[in-house]
Structure formats: structure tokens, C-alpha cells
């Protein structure tokens, strides 16, 4: 039973990253179907990476699937920082274009 419940959390998890990847996949759709192409939101868009693993974080890939976003390595790096609580009596800044309107 318990290896049945791992393997079920496992295809769940591949089926939200590909949910993932269809946004992305849009929204690159997008940027190239504009009337003007915004080279910089494409850039941006082909060189995000997930570097955080998915199976350990599933609550950040159903936020990513949720929100039709991808969590930027910027941003990961800044919510590792808070979470194991590295920043005491520190700030922390994203600039322009690393993502705080939509996360």
C-alpha cells in the first residue's frame, strides 16, 4: 500500500511539472505571437530553470501550477534564505524583473 501511495505522489508530481511546462510553453507562445517582440521577457523565459527538486517541495510546484508561474532560481534562492533563516536582521531585494508581482 505505501509503495502504491509513493508511485501515485510520483505521477502526480510529473503531471504538475508538465502542467508547468504547457504554461511556459504559452507564454513563450505569447511573447513570439506579440506584435512586438519583447526579446528581454523571452530571454527571461528560456533561461528559467527549476533548480529546486519537485518531488521535495510539491507545495511550491502546486503554486507554480496554480498560478501559472514558474518559480525564477532568484526567487527560490530568497525563499531558501527565509526559510532556514539566514537573513536575521537582513534584507533582502528583488529587483526589477525577478519576479514579485505575480508570486
Not at 2 to 13: S, Y
Not at 23 to 43: F, G, M, P, Y
Not at 57 to 83: D, N, S
Amino acid at each position: 500500500e505505501g509503495a502504491l501511495i509513493r508511485d501515485l505522489q510520483h505521477h502526480i508530481v510529473v503531471l504538475m511539472k508538465l502542467m508547468v511546462f504547457h504554461d511556459r510553453l504559452v507564454r513563450i507562445q505569447t511573447i513570439l505571437a506579440s506584435d512586438e517582440l519583447d526579446l528581454d521577457a523571452l530571454v527571461r523565459e528560456l533561461k528559467t530553470r527549476r533548480i529546486w527538486n519537485a518531488h521535495e517541495h510539491p507545495y511550491w510546484l502546486a503554486l507554480e501550477v496554480a498560478g501559472m508561474i514558474q518559480i525564477r532560481p532568484k526567487q527560490y534562492a530568497v525563499a531558501m534564505e527565509m526559510i532556514e533563516g539566514k537573513i536575521e536582521g537582513r534584507t533582502i531585494q528583488l529587483n526589477m524583473g525577478e519576479g514579485k508581482t505575480r508570486v
